[in-house]
């Protein structure tokens, strides 16, 4: 404590010091739940973003993914990633619009069996609008049967604000199951998402075209993490284990490397030890 | 002239399960006559219950001839009739209020009527133009007897300005004879040929020409024409005559069709006030719930297809319908699917001045099997996922939650199909679909639009080969990968070898985005104009890959 602040006492300075130590612990209690869901999370397979996200995804929550426009592709292969992951043998429902068969086709059973899903749990809804979409997509949430929801939304949309992401997030709480919402063609506005990110497809790798190319591979930018950093990988999908991965053979890579460089610190030390 | 209602029916019980059919057959059919004066036209028909001196008719055109379709009592005081042309009726009567018929707007009021008479028997047949048959077998008792729900109708469409006539009978046609000239009247079984043989044989309603022929042969009343040997009023007027005459008189029976299937099961609560609340609705659709589900449990069924009707004061019938994927058994469920159903109807439940009846229908039955429950949770999954997809169809409607069973077609658009979940869930879990290839990346596109969209490609490098660029929605990509041809040759068997082969195509694009695009035709063999000349093939994208 500063000299010039010692004449207000001691007895006032522990009340300050017990007020701020009560307001530390209501917010350790509002954040506990979120750490204690910490083991149920469901990795993606991606080291780094595994890491990041400190395991995982969480299953009983929100998360979105942005794309552009003519980016729908890669970003549907994306999101039905994640939702592979959430729920490998559980029932999947998909809430999309009318119009997006048209705007970005519609869902391939072939392609689905491809990708490693399972189109026998896939359940379609095809809503006419964005309010039955939303609502559709809530009362799927509540269905503790199910493994995850998708929502496809195309455009910006003034229904999908704060208050309608709030009931998805309270609905996903309640029951446990996965939503996932996809936005194709959409700006990004506050919502109550677990994680949000940012999707455009990659690269195959380098090499001839006859060789090892096709393997759906995502420039995945994380831009929202409510308990940890953020960040931007290549992942690709293994088809067969429905598992994220690092890219097979990238020559280098599009992330940015942490600045502190754990890898190496741990590589330095165990040369020193060596030596 | 008239028209009638007839009703034979066959069962009908308050708790809606169905009694013996053999009352139905043979039962005591009632008969309605709506006399054609105004036609059921909306707006003649207020003048026409005007009651002033003006006579009013209404007109329809035949044959290029403006025939009178229909009178009220003024114009047969004035000497018109029905067949008249109107430039003839001018001259009997100038001062002539005339209306143009109106076909449809009649079918329409007829439709009307007969939703109304759903309150007395579910059995209700059309009989165009203005015709109705009931059968009120085993329904008659519920409203006091034969002559009580005879006054019941008559009196109840009387004051909405319509001319009645009805008629109880054994058989449909007996009924509808009487109800044209003899209203009001109740036969019992056997007594028919009784009853209709006084009345003229215009009462038959057969063909004019046969009418007339009748008339001219002497046969003034239907008791003449029983009288003379059936082979001779076969050989001069037909068999089908023959038939009418035979049903008139009580020997035959011909079978009404009946606008709606019989339910399986009927629960209906009559309101002396009637109800307008939505509260007090929901607590009666509860309620008929629980009598429904009560019916059904004595016979161990569930429903698959259940109807609300809401009957209002002013004669508007509303039915709603809910389908479900699987039987119900519990009241709660059906509670809450037409809560759904009524919370999403885009127009809403109107009571207007209230509902004096609300009926609940199991339209189809099938059997509960109860089997217990073992502990394994995706028995349970499944319940659950398919009652959630009762409640979503019962929302949005039953085509839009879908589940895909796989075809056995290598064309791509062919190779699976989206039928409703509600029906098909079961089949859908335990469809084959084929296996893909382990360790191949995936060589079908995640999303498949339903009509190839057209691309441009400016030119390929070898005729069959594929584009190096191509414009899809007005976008440039380069090419930098390709994988391919994969030959797909159209049915032939199915197509009349109209359809073109073809050779789709892997691609990645500069930003690594992966099309499956295809050239529509093979380069020499089929795209090639009348004289023989090669031309240009076109190209489409049709999928996109992850």
Request: some cysteine; charged content about 20%; proline content about 7%.
């Amino acid at each position: 404590m500063s000299p010039n602040r010692s004449h207000f006492g001691g007895s006032c300075a522990t009340a300050r010091m017990s007020t701020l130590a009560s307001l530390r612990g209501s917010i350790a209690r509002i954040e506990a739940p979120s750490d204690a869901n910490m083991p149920n999370r469901i990795a993606l397979g991606h080291a780094g973003a595994d890491a990041m996200l400190r395991g995982g995804l969480a299953p009983a929550s929100l998360h979105e993914v942005f794309a552009s426009g003519h980016q729908g592709g890669a970003a549907t292969g994306f999101i039905a990633g994640l939702a592979g992951r959430m729920s490998p043998r559980k029932p999947l429902v998909w809430v999309r619009q009318d119009f997006s068969d048209r705007e970005s086709g519609a869902l391939s059973m072939s392609g689905l069996a491809e990708f490693g899903l399972d189109p026998r749990l896939l359940v379609t809804v095809r809503a006419a609008d964005v309010d039955t979409a939303l609502r559709t997509a809530a009362d799927a949430l509540a269905c503790d049967a199910l493994g995850a929801v998708v929502l496809e939304v195309w455009g910006d949309v003034r229904q999908l604000d704060l208050v309608a992401s709030r009931k998805l997030t309270l609905a996903a709480q309640a029951s446990g199951v996965a939503a996932l919402v996809l936005r194709i063609a959409a700006t990004p506005i506050p919502s109550t998402a677990e994680t949000r990110w940012i999707v455009r497809a990659a690269h195959s790798p380098p090499g001839t075209a006859a060789s090892a190319w096709g393997a759906p591979r995502f420039d995945a930018e994380l831009v929202r993490n409510r308990h940890g950093p953020v960040g931007r990988w290549i992942m690709e999908w293994k088809c067969d284990e429905c598992l994220f991965s690092e890219p097979s053979a990238y020559p280098q890579p599009v992330a940015a490397t942490p600045s502190h460089r754990p890898h190496q610190a741990q590589a330095r030390a165990k040369h020193r030890l060596a030596s | 002239m008239s028209t009638l209602a007839g009703l034979s029916p066959p069962l009908w019980g308050r708790v809606g399960e169905r009694g013996t059919t053999d009352a139905g057959v043979c039962g005591l059919p009632l008969s309605l006559t709506l006399p054609r004066k105004g036609g059921g036209n909306p707006a003649a028909d207020a003048s026409l219950t005007n009651g002033n001196d003006i006579p009013s008719v209404v007109v329809a055109k035949d044959h290029n001839a403006i025939l009178l379709h229909a009178i009220d009592e003024a114009a047969v005081h004035a000497g018109l009739s029905i067949g008249l042309p109107l430039a003839n009726a001018r001259a009997i009567c100038p001062e002539l209020t005339v209306y143009d018929a109106d076909p449809a707007a009649d079918l329409k009021t007829l439709n009307d009527i007969a939703d109304w008479c759903d309150r007395f028997t579910p059995l209700v047949a059309l009989d165009p133009p203005y015709g109705l048959f009931l059968d009120i077998t085993g329904c008659a008792h519920l409203f006091g007897g034969e002559r009580a729900l005879l006054q019941i109708v008559t009196n109840a469409l009387s004051r909405r300005g319509f001319a009645v006539g009805a008629a109880i009978s054994g058989t449909s046609i007996a009924a509808r004879t009487l109800t044209r000239h003899a209203s009001g009247k109740i036969t019992a079984d056997g007594e028919e040929a009784q009853a209709v043989g006084p009345l003229p044989v215009s009462a038959l309603g057969a063909d004019p020409a046969i009418t007339t022929g009748l008339r001219r042969a002497g046969l003034k009343t239907i008791g003449d024409v029983a009288a003379r040997a059936p082979h001779e009023i076969s050989a001069r007027f037909g068999s089908a005559f023959t038939t009418l005459l035979t049903c008139a008189l009580g020997q035959g029976d011909a079978p009404i069709s009946p606008r709606k299937p019989l339910p399986d099961y009927i629960v209906e609560k009559r309101f002396p006030e009637p109800i307008v609340t939505d509260t007090v609705i929901a607590l009666t659709l509860q309620s008929l719930a629980k009598m429904l589900v009560v019916a059904m449990d004595k016979q161990g069924k569930g429903a698959r297809q259940l109807e609300a009707s809401f009957f209002r004061t002013d004669g508007a019938v509303r039915s709603i319908m809910v389908e479900i994927g699987r039987p119900v058994t519990r009241p709660e469920m059906i509670d809450r699917l037409f809560r759904e159903r009524l919370e999403a109807l885009a127009d809403p439940l109107d009571p207007g001045f209230g509902f004096d009846l609300i009926r609940l229908a199991a339209g189809r039955t099938e059997i509960v099997v109860q089997q217990q429950r073992d502990l394994d949770a995706s028995v349970h999954d499944n319940d659950e996922l398919s009652a959630l997809i009762d409640r979503i169809a019962a929302r949005i409607g039953g085509k839009r939650v879908v589940v895909h069973l796989p075809l056995q077609s290598h064309i791509p658009e062919r190779s699976a199909l989206a039928v409703p979940a509600q029906h098909h869930l079961a089949a859908a879990i335990a469809a084959a679909w084929p296996e893909r290839v382990a360790g191949e990346p995936p060589l079908r596109p995640f999303r498949l639009f339903e009509r190839p969209e057209p691309i441009k490609v400016p030119f390929a490098t070898v005729p069959d080969g594929p584009p190096h660029q191509f414009t899809w929605r007005r976008a440039r990509h380069e090419v930098v990968r390709v994988e391919g041809p994969e030959r797909i040759a159209m049915e032939w068997w199915q197509q009349d070898g109209k359809r073109l082969t073809r050779d789709y195509f892997r691609v990645e694009d500069t930003e690594g985005q992966r099309f499956w695009i295809f050239r529509d035709g093979l380069y020499e063999s089929e795209l090639r104009d009348e004289d023989g000349n090669p031309v240009p093939a076109n190209w489409y994208v049709h999928g996109l890959f992850a």
